[in-house]
């Protein structure tokens, strides 16, 4: 009624679709055009079959997979298209059965799998479903009529162009239909040529696909099923032998068919039994059942669905009973699943290599083949007494023009073994002949295959309200799978016998295990102890190499051996916390060579170096940047500064220039003498010799007198004050820390001793003291009164104000990323305020108030009575200023508040001061227009020449000229 009010008002029409699609916003279920009626219930028909050749019945328990089928109905709130994945026979189509039967009985389902589903495209979808109209109506009146959802099991097994083309039309009309959403099955390792073939413009309306695993069965699926099923407890007990493989749903209903399953530890056995069986076949039938199989895993190998049987047979009787195969159409045998497929391709394989032969391997294997090869690897591994079995596989499948997906195949058995580390091990020999090439391979084809970019994973955790670091790099990726960790721990196992060729490889490995690495001592403890190994032999000087394959194999090149001992480098200080013995001597080492390109390679690993060898990662800064200067040698022949070339390194000046607040944070007297030191050494080479006297500050810290050396270091932590970079960056990391431990709650005086430093500390320490105290005020009003009260300060901290305002300069080079940046130092209240400006703030009658004020009447007295000429940046004049501006008789009501007045003589001097000020403005203009019209006559004119005159004959310029 409210449609047709707010249309008549218009005098308007709608569409037939428009108007279906309103009505089920309201939440109207239609019951659907009678013309489709027949077509519905086909549909209806030809998805129940679909459904019912997925078995989900295991030991007599129908298990549904409750936390599988939870995230589903999630991430249906979300997403349009939503991919089931999981590892072969964890459940991924029982999990599709028991949401597409929960849907059905409230909605439409179309469910399409390998077998059952037309060739042809739509159009014989339409004939066999009898549907008198175009894709377009029928499946809006699905969505129309309860919503529809379009159901693919096992989407990487569609091979034929035909079967696609239905599965492609399909998704072409469905993803017009808002009511429609698309769930599909498939393998976690199905890579663009098995799935590469979906519409991308239906997948680009639809939206990214959504992935829900399917794991195998977690403790609480276990519980169930043995609660249900007491019979199940022991073979799903973790000391069962087959423990390893039972929690995998499909190997769990091969096992239970087993009487006595104790020998069976892996799927490569249960797949033998099973092949050697005939799946429990009666002794006269094993034989010609086992033909039956073998003709099917050879039409399998030729890419063939199945294959034709029209003679009955006792054998065939028992394999279809036993489920070990189906019967899709009369007389036409398929496998019932696709891991019996894998099983009978690798069996029969393993009886016949030669098979391969005839096998066209120039291009990939289909996903309906090469999890068959996989298993020919792992029978060849599992079977035989050495790894001749499995090499020989190698080789046959790399024969000339031979696709390397086929070797790979076979190749990645060895980890995907169960009893992998045992394999690793009768096959070592081979793994590390000529300079570990067939390990160099493995490791290789598991990063390229086996891992996920980290952006990628990150961004599906942080869906979840993890907070995760804002950037990852693109290039970073982390292992999906088990197969890194069992390689990189048994190559720690056995790194004295690793050749030097495989060293690149077993660290790209490690890279891609960093994050379990961080967070697993035992697999962090092996690797670090491996990779640390080897950089100390590779990346000192005169040290012996012990490595096998690094003085009789062929020499590295130059450029390849540089980026192997840096990438070796960068990942054995990422794991410097799980050996600390090791990095303590690996940079006390590097310290004695005082190589400024290591220890420049080296600095921005400071983070992970500070925790574990604080005390030698200082020594290894100070030996690269402190340079043994001959005696009498002045500061003046030193064209590079305090500390040489290697400081360059430091450059732009930032408190995030490693390693300075990472020691600070790691262990503060560390850090504190690391800053100290760099900023004493840059004032010895400074004062060249040179006695201080009274250059310096003088201020009277709790009733002590302090003196700070050499005024112009003051504005050493400032950009572009200092010469020396490093010591500016490590000023600036030492006033971030102390912000952040005022932050903290930490105690005002024991933060701005650990600033100032011991006795003989020179001015520039006073720069960060003050940046820290005015930019926590006013908690820091008792600590500020020496400060307030020094003349010399005040003039100097006016000065600083000018300097704030002209910024830091241009930077040469990027800054380094790091928690507290140039810009956070910039937003700290200190840039933007002046000491003189709290000055009337100790006008108060407290113990702050009094201090201030008598510590600067003393200061002023000493310094005397200022000059004519003296201004703001004359101490004599800021003391008076200062001190008047503490004098509550100078204060005047001005708009309902109080304004500083100065005393007579003070303004009278201050008119002085503007005056001159004024007039040598005038000058400068009056001098540069004389400039431009001496250049350019038309510039000139009559009132230009008489200022001119009176310029020359100093009514303007006073004595400067007397010609």
């Known amino acids: 009624i409210e449609i047709a009010i707010e249309t008549g008002k218009v005098g308007g029409s709608i569409p037939r679709q428009s108007l279906i699609e309103m009505l089920r916003a309201r939440g109207f279920h239609l019951a659907g055009t009678q013309d489709f009626a027949l077509s519905r219930a086909k549909l209806a028909e030809m998805s129940r079959h679909a459904l019912m050749e997925i078995g989900t019945i295991v030991g007599g328990v129908n298990l549904p997979r409750l936390g599988a089928l939870a995230n589903l109905e999630k991430a249906r709130d979300k997403y349009r298209f939503i991919e089931i994945t999981g590892k072969p026979g964890v459940g991924k189509s029982g999990v599709l059965r028991h949401l597409a039967e929960r849907i059905s009985r409230e909605g439409h389902v179309i469910v399409l799998d390998p077998v059952g589903t037309p060739d042809g495209g739509w159009s014989a979808l339409a004939q066999r479903l009898e549907i008198h109209g175009t894709a377009k109506d029928f499946l809006w009146d699905l969505a129309a009529s309860g919503g529809g959802v379009l159901f693919i099991d096992g989407l990487e097994m569609f091979t034929s162009a035909e079967r696609r083309r239905t599965v492609n039309d399909l998704l072409r009309e469905i993803a017009d239909i808002p009511g429609f959403s698309v769930i599909v099955s498939k393998r976690p390792d199905a890579g663009v040529e098995d799935i590469g073939w979906i519409a991308e413009d239906a997948v680009a309306k639809l939206g990214a696909p959504c992935q829900v695993v399917v794991d195998e069965l977690n ?18 007990s973790p000391d069962h032998p087959a423990a390893s493989i039972a929690r995998n749903l499909y190997r769990l209903a091969q096992l239970l068919k087993i009487p006595k399953s104790t020998g069976i530890r892996t799927e490569a056995e249960l797949a033998h039994h099973w092949w050697q069986s005939a799946d429990g076949a009666s002794p006269e039938n094993i034989r010609p059942a086992q033909r039956l199989l073998a003709k099917l895993a050879e039409a399998a190998l030729a890419g063939q669905d199945g294959i034709e049987v029209p003679d009955d047979s006792s054998a065939r009787t028992h394999l279809l009973r036993r489920q070990t195969l189906s019967e899709p159409k009369r007389d036409r045998l398929v496998f019932y699943h696709d891991v019996l497929r894998d099983w009978a391709i690798g069996a029969r394989l393993s009886e016949d290599i030669t098979l391969l032969d005839s096998i066209d391997l120039s291009v990939p294997p289909s996903p309906r083949v090469a999890r068959g090869i996989e298993f020919a690897g792992r029978f060849a591994l599992e079977q035989g007494q050495n790894d001749a079995k499995w090499t020989a596989l190698l080789g046959v499948l790399s024969r000339p023009g031979a696709h390397p997906a086929w070797r790979r195949q076979a190749l990645m058995a060895i980890v995907h073994s169960e009893v992998s580390p045992q394999l690793l091990n009768s096959c070592r020999a081979a793994l590390l002949v000529d300079g570990g090439a067939l390990l160099v391979e493995l490791c290789t084809a598991i990063v390229a295959t086996e891992t996920d970019s980290a952006d990628s994973l990150f961004k599906k955790i942080a869906a979840e309200g993890v907070e995760l670091p804002a950037e990852v790099p693109s290039s970073f990726r982390i292992a999906t799978t088990r197969s890194a960790i069992t390689v990189l721990l048994w190559c720690a196992a056995h790194a004295s016998e690793v050749p030097i060729q495989a060293i690149p490889a077993i660290v790209e490995l490690s890279e891609v295990l960093l994050l379990p690495i961080m967070y697993s001592p035992q697999i962090g403890r092996a690797t670090a102890k491996m990779l640390f190994g080897w950089l100390m032999q590779l990346d000192l000087r005169d040290t012996s190499i012990t490595i096998p394959g690094a003085t009789d194999a062929p020499a590295l090149e130059r450029q390849s051996r540089t980026t192997m001992i840096e990438d070796l480098r960068t990942m054995a200080l990422l794991m410097a916390s799980h ?37 030698e990662l200082a020594a290894l800064i100070k030996s690269s940047l402190i340079e043994e200067r001959s005696s009498g040698r002045s500061r003046r022949v030193s064209l590079t500064g305090a500390f040489g070339f290697a400081d360059t390194d430091y450059m732009p000046e930032s408190p995030a220039q490693p390693p300075f607040l990472d020691l600070l944070d790691a262990d503060p007297e560390v850090g504190l003498d690391l800053i100290r030191t760099l900023v004493d050494v840059a004032a010895e080479h400074y004062k060249d010799g040179r006695k201080a006297g009274t250059d310096g500050f003088t201020v009277v810290i709790d009733g002590k007198t302090r003196f700070f050396p050499w005024v112009e270091t003051y504005f050493w932590s400032r950009p572009g004050q200092s010469r020396e970079y490093s010591v500016t960056s490590g000023l600036m990391a030492l006033e971030a820390w102390s912000h952040e431990r005022l932050e903290r709650g ?28 005015l930019s926590h005020w006013p908690r820091t009003r008792e600590a500020l009164v020496p400060f307030v009260a020094n003349p010399l300060l005040l003039a100097k901290d006016r000065a600083r104000a000018g300097l704030e305002r002209l910024g830091g300069g241009l930077m040469m080079k990027p ?53 004519a000429e003296a201004n703001f940046g004359d101490p004599a004049f800021m003391g008076s200023y200062a001190l008047n501006m503490l004098d509550r008789s100078n204060w005047v009501e001005v708009d309902g508040g109080l304004g500083y007045k100065s005393p007579p003589a003070e303004a009278e001097h201050l008119e002085r001061l503007e005056a001159h000020r004024q007039a040598h403005v005038r000058s400068f203009f009056i001098d540069t227009k004389i400039q431009l019209a001496i250049g350019d006559p038309s510039k000139g004119s009559p009132d230009l020449a008489r200022e001119a005159v009176e310029y020359v004959t100093n009514d303007l310029a006073g004595d400067s000229y007397t010609d």
Do not use: W
């Not at 080492?589 to 992970?608: L, Q, T």
């Open 219 to 236: 403790d609480d699926e276990v519980a169930t099923l043995c609660a249900a099923a007491p019979e199940l407890r022991a073979l799903l």
């Open 579 to 615: 050996a600390p013995d090791d990095t303590r001597a690996y940079l006390t080492a590097i310290a004695k060579e005082n190589d400024h390109y290591k220890v420049k390679a080296i600095r921005p690993f400071s983070k992970s170096l500070a925790n574990v060898a604080p005390s």
């Open 815 to 867: 800054e380094p990323r790091g928690r507290v940046m140039l810009a956070d130092l910039a937003k700290r209240p200190s840039r933007s305020i002046m000491l003189e400006q709290l000055v009337p703030y100790y006008m108060a009658d407290d113990d702050a108030g009094r201090a201030a004020r008598s510590l600067l009447a003393k200061a002023v007295k000493e310094i005397g009575p200022y000059t």
């Open 746 to 773: 930490e105690d005002v005086d024991v933060v701005l001793h650990d600033i100032l430093g011991p006795e003989g500390s020179c001015a520039a320490n006073l720069r960060v003291a003050l940046d820290v105290l």
